[in-house]
């Protein structure tokens, strides 16, 4: 009989550690011992996370240390504090985990390519983060497990606990801390289980292109014959998600990825996809996904325990968890060449853009660094006005280098590689919002079949005056009459009009940029 597992190197002395426990003993231990954790109907398991239903980013920090100072983008994303600070939120956590009656470590990998993992250890204390993580990590075999040793970076949830807002560089009671060269990341005042997922993700977006490995905030599907591969970026709303969902296509992943001298590869074992209002009709492959297995955090359960995906008097951000093999058309394991396709979606509500264009390399980068779309204002009453987002990357968030230095990675692929790079507008067409429409789902998806297909390789273009890229003026199954989106709109003076505003917010926008951008990538914008 095999010793029993203890966590003594992390001075942790709970007797009773659950290591890599199934689902079915998470499913007992989080029945027994979670407060207010239940079964819905599908089998998925029914989670709370508290008071945060999100991440805390104004939270989230990074020990300024010597020798990972100089990479770091310091600012508003990533927030410096003292190692001190940092030692002594790590004793709060581990001082709190060692009063729980029993543990639960999570140890599996980040990364499906094996020369390229990295060994993440989790502990916690509540059941439903260690099937969370034991979801989203990539679950070693028994012989890996058996011979996984020494973690890489150790997660310490202590989430339950609270930090000391008199702890200095505290901005709450919650505090998210990583330590590069301790290895480790802390959690304190959150229980919202998707701050270890992006902390695993910013570990990777630090430590990867120190290899010259780009990670990328993006989704990825492949071709079910011929293995092509393509990136989709996107920021929230744009239909990354949705036009991810090919069920003509293999999903590689939907979120975390790497690109590699040897192709790309997803991070993650699994999918942390968005249910509010979910169903069978919109998301099919995400609805079934959520059965026994899956975790499903912050939805309302009805008196026969059916979800009831619509309500979100907990909050908007409902969320299921679940490996991705849960989904029908997953490629295993989620490894692919290198992409012939990188495509940057944008819901541009100004009805500026157009539908689909090509970008150079320089455009490229720069469309990348900026990290475009735009929002509608909302429900507010009177609110009409679109406005315009840029996220770095399309991962603002959990960016640890500066941006041009996976802008610089992402060049260098292209160009070993071949790929091609495409800016889609899934927004507004004939006018912004208000006035014009939302594109239509079935014209994006014909575009990006015929990008995958080849189909646009060879397709007529027309230089666009003011942003300087090729619009694509022909695809198959799309009237050639909304390709160009000056000719959409009843109104060619107010389509200028709308079209130099929106050039000056990306101008205004990269300035923050252009110390690290060479010349050629700063002329690559729109023009003055």
Excluded at 387 to 401: D, E, I, M, R, Y
Excluded at 508 to 515: I, L, Q, V
Aim: charged share 20%.
């Amino acid at each position: 009989m095999s010793e029993p597992f203890n966590l003594n190197a992390h001075e942790l002395l709970v007797e009773s550690v659950g290591r890599n426990l199934p689902p079915a003993r998470l499913y007992e231990e989080a029945i027994r011992f979670d407060a207010g954790a239940s079964i819905a109907e599908t089998g998925a398991l029914v989670a709370y996370s508290g008071a945060k239903t999100g991440r805390s980013p104004k939270d989230k920090h990074i020990v300024k240390a010597p020798a990972s100072e100089k990479d770091i983008w310091w600012g508003a994303v990533n927030i410096p504090i003292e190692a001190r600070s940092f030692e002594i939120n790590r004793r709060r956590a581990k001082d709190f985990l060692n009063t729980r009656q029993r543990l639960y470590c999570v140890d599996g990998f980040a990364g499906w390519d094996p020369r390229h993992r990295t060994k993440i250890r989790v502990i916690c204390a509540r059941p439903y983060h260690a099937l969370f993580m034991s979801n989203m990590l990539i679950r070693p075999t028994p012989a890996e497990l058996e011979s996984f040793g020494t973690p890489d970076y150790v997660i310490y949830n202590a989430g339950q606990f609270p930090a000391n807002p008199h702890t200095t560089g505290m901005t709450s009671r919650t505090s998210i801390d990583l330590c590069f060269e301790a290895r480790e990341m802390v959690i304190l005042g959150s229980e919202y289980a998707g701050e270890m997922k992006k902390g695993v993700f910013t570990i990777m977006n630090y430590t990867m292109p120190q290899r010259g490995i780009l990670s990328m905030h993006c989704s990825a599907t492949a071709d079910r014959n011929t293995g092509r591969s393509s990136l989709l970026f996107g920021l929230s709303g744009t239909g990354k998600t949705t036009l991810s969902a090919d069920p003509h296509r293999l999903l590689i992943g939907d979120d975390e990825h790497c690109w590699s001298d040897d192709g790309i590869f997803n991070i993650e074992g699994g999918c942390y996809a968005k249910t509010i209002d979910l169903t069978p009709e919109s998301e099919p492959d995400i609805f079934q996904a959520l059965h026994f297995g899956a975790v499903l955090e912050n939805v309302v359960l009805d008196p026969a325990r059916e979800v009831d995906f619509h309500d979100s008097s907990i909050t908007e951000n409902t969320r299921g968890a679940y490996p991705i093999n849960y989904i029908r058309n997953a490629k295993i394991p989620c490894i692919a060449g290198h992409p012939t396709d990188v495509i940057f979606l944008t819901c541009d509500a100004f009805g500026v853009l157009p539908p689909v264009s090509r970008l150079s390399p320089a455009q490229a980068m720069y469309h990348f660094m900026s990290g475009y779309t735009a929002k509608v204002a909302g429900t507010e009453m009177g609110v009409t006005e679109p406005t315009a987002t840029f996220s770095p990357c399309f991962g603002g968030p959990f960016l640890v280098w500066h941006p041009s230095r996976y802008a610089e990675l992402l060049a260098q692929k292209i160009h070993q590689s071949g790929a091609n790079v495409w800016l889609v507008n899934t927004g507004w067409s004939g006018g912004s919002f208000g006035t014009g429409k939302r594109m239509k789902l079935a014209f994006t998806r014909a575009i990006i079949d015929a990008i995958h297909s080849g189909a646009l390789l060879g397709a007529p273009t027309r230089k666009d005056p003011l942003f300087g890229f090729e619009i694509v003026t022909a695809a198959p199954d799309v009237p050639a009459g909304i390709l160009h989106p000056r000719d959409t709109w009843s109104n060619p003076t107010a389509y200028d009009a709308t079209a130099a505003r929106l050039a000056g917010l990306f101008r205004e926008n990269f300035k923050r940029f252009e110390a690290q951008a060479s010349a050629e990538v700063r002329a690559a914008g729109p023009v003055a």
